[in-house]
C-alpha cells in the first residue's frame, strides 16, 4: 500500500534560517503529491503541490521537487519567519482512476517547526 | 477553507452517547471525506463519498456511520462502540472534474469525553 515517512520533529530554527523537511513515499505509479501547513486550532491548508516527475511547488517562499529516483518530495524554505511557525504534513495522493483507492490522500506523521524571533 | 463549514467547533460527548459531526460545503465538489487526527499523528480517513447517495470505509471506519443524502452534506456520526473518540476531526472536499485536484479542509471539529 501507500506510505509517507517524514522528518521527525519538533524542528526549531531561529528566523531567517534555512529550512528542510525531508518526505519519502512508497506508491504504484505516479502519485500526486503534496505539502499541506496547519496552524494551531485550524484545519489543513494546501501549501503546495506538484503531480509529475521533476516537477517544482512553490508557493509563499516555500519549494518541493518531485524526485521520483528517491522517491522524494523535501520541503524548503530558504529564510523561515516566526509566522511560519505551524505542523508541516506530506501526502501523497492515489493515481488510478476507478480504483476505490482513488483520490485518497495518505499523510505523513506531521513535523512541528517552531521559529524563534 | 471558507467553502467548507464544520460545526460545532467544541463537541462534548458523554458515555454510551451518540455524537454528530456536522460538514457543509458549497464549493460544488462531488467528493468529501473524514478524517480523524491525534496528537503527534498524521491524519488518518475514516469515511470518504465520491457521489451522493454513496459512501465508502476509509482505515479506521469502526465505531462511525456517515450518509450522503445531499451534495452539499456529509455528516459524521461518533457512535458509542467509538470507544476512545476524543480526537480532532477534518472534513475535506475535493472536485473530480480534474486530476490531481487537492483536498480542501474545513477547520475541524474537536470531542472530548465529559
Known amino acids: 500500500g501507500n506510505s509517507v515517512t517524514q522528518m521527525e520533529g519538533p524542528v526549531t530554527l531561529s528566523e531567517e534560517a534555512f529550512l528542510t523537511i525531508n518526505c519519502t513515499y512508497t506508491a504504484t505509479g505516479y502519485p500526486s503529491l503534496f505539502w499541506y501547513v496547519q496552524y494551531p486550532g485550524e484545519g489543513l491548508q494546501l501549501l503546495l503541490k506538484?503531480?509529475?516527475?521533476?516537477d517544482k511547488g512553490s508557493n509563499k517562499g516555500f519549494e518541493a521537487t518531485y524526485r521520483k529516483e528517491t522517491t522524494s518530495f523535501h520541503l524548503e524554505k530558504g529564510s523561515v519567519q516566526v509566522s511560519d511557525s505551524a505542523v508541516y504534513f506530506c501526502?501523497?495522493?492515489?493515481?488510478?482512476?476507478?480504483?476505490?483507492?482513488?483520490?485518497?490522500?495518505?499523510f505523513g506523521q506531521g513535523t512541528i517547526l517552531t521559529v524563534h524571533p | 477553507d471558507g467553502g467548507i463549514t464544520q460545526s460545532p467547533k467544541y463537541l462534548f460527548r458523554k458515555e454510551g452517547q451518540n455524537v454528530t459531526l456536522s460538514c457543509e460545503q458549497n464549493?460544488?465538489?462531488?467528493?468529501m471525506y473524514w478524517y480523524r487526527q491525534d496528537p503527534g499523528q498524521g491524519l488518518r480517513l475514516i469515511y470518504y463519498s465520491q457521489i451522493v447517495n454513496d459512501f465508502q470505509k476509509g482505515d479506521i471506519a469502526e465505531g462511525y456511520s456517515v450518509s450522503r443524502e445531499k451534495k452539499e452534506s456529509f455528516p459524521l456520526t461518533v457512535t458509542s462502540a467509538q470507544k476512545n473518540p476524543t480526537a480532532f476531526y477534518l472534513c475535506a472536499t475535493k472536485s473530480e472534474g480534474r486530476r490531481n485536484q487537492p483536498q480542501h479542509f474545513g477547520d475541524g471539529t474537536r470531542l472530548s469525553i465529559l
Open positions: 464549493l460544488n465538489h462531488d467528493a
Open positions: 501526502a501523497l495522493s492515489s493515481p488510478r482512476r476507478g480504483g476505490t483507492s482513488y483520490g485518497k490522500l495518505t
Open positions: 506538484a503531480t509529475k516527475a521533476d
